[in-house]
């Protein structure tokens, strides 16, 4: 049977001495592996447009265990504004990487991820947002769509109104001082804040934020990225965090 969908390729790897096996996030059949014969070879016509960051139409063929990639039609091609700047690009691969971690059934629908990840990726190539803010406000947002959303208002524990001081990512986010854990981070107020921002999509309170504030916000989605996805990601130590 054949189906159409699109997708955003999340990474790739060599099968064969002219195959690739192609792991893609879909619109409505979730992550996907799938086969692309052929697209290795200098006469490929469509070879370039299954690399990873782009936005695809794809036609495809279901197989056994992998699917096959019959078509491929270029709808965004994100590789080519992210491929010449080195923080968009380390930034955007966690994107992916992260996107692939959070939909853990294969062939199950995700459509909110996968539109947080287009969404995500288009401001990342867009340039009007810093790279890193991009990132962590995708991570924010992807974590809360997969069940893991942080409390930033509230104490994660037992729901009193904040502000509150102490964040930790085993418990969800903030803490007041009656729930707090040995351990937890004592960020400063207006980081909190920026995490707020972040989560809720307030880029006018986050692009008034002091550096050193975004960076410890990112120092803590990190944290809580890790915590959640239970392991580190390999692409997280390149992110480049200058602002």
């Keep these: 049977m054949l189906y159409r969908d699109e997708a955003v390729v999340l990474r790739t790897h060599k099968l064969g001495e002219a195959d690739r096996i192609v792991t893609l996030l879909t619109r409505q059949h979730g992550l996907v592996r799938a086969v692309a014969r052929g697209v290795r070879r200098t006469s ?24 096959v990639v019959t ?6 091609p994100f590789s080519a504004h992210l491929g010449a700047d080195y923080e968009r690009y380390t930034a955007g691969t966690v994107m992916l990487e992260t996107a692939e971690r959070l939909v853990v059934e294969e062939r199950e629908p995700a459509v909110q991820q996968f539109l947080l990840l287009v969404g995500g990726l288009r401001a990342m190539a867009g340039g009007h947002r810093g790279p890193t803010q991009v990132l962590d406000s995708y991570l924010l947002r992807s974590l809360a769509v997969a069940g893991y959303a ?94």
């Design 71 to 76: 078509q491929a039609e270029t709808l965004t």
């Design 150 to 243: 942080a409390s930033f208002d509230a104490c994660a524990r037992c729901g009193l109104e904040g502000p509150h001081r102490w964040f930790n990512p085993a418990s969800g986010g903030m803490l007041c001082s009656t729930c707090r854990l040995p351990g937890s981070a004592s960020p400063a107020p207006q980081t909190v804040t920026v995490l707020g921002a972040l989560l809720a999509g307030d880029w006018e309170c986050v692009e008034a934020a002091d550096p050193r504030h975004l960076r410890e916000a990112g120092t803590l989605v990190a944290a809580y990225l890790a915590w959640h996805v239970e392991r580190s990601l390999r692409s997280l130590p390149y992110v480049e965090r200058s602002s």
């Design 44 to 67: 490929s016509r469509w070879g370039s447009r299954l690399e990873p960051f782009t936005h695809v139409d794809l036609q495809l063929a279901e197989g056994r265990s992998l699917d």
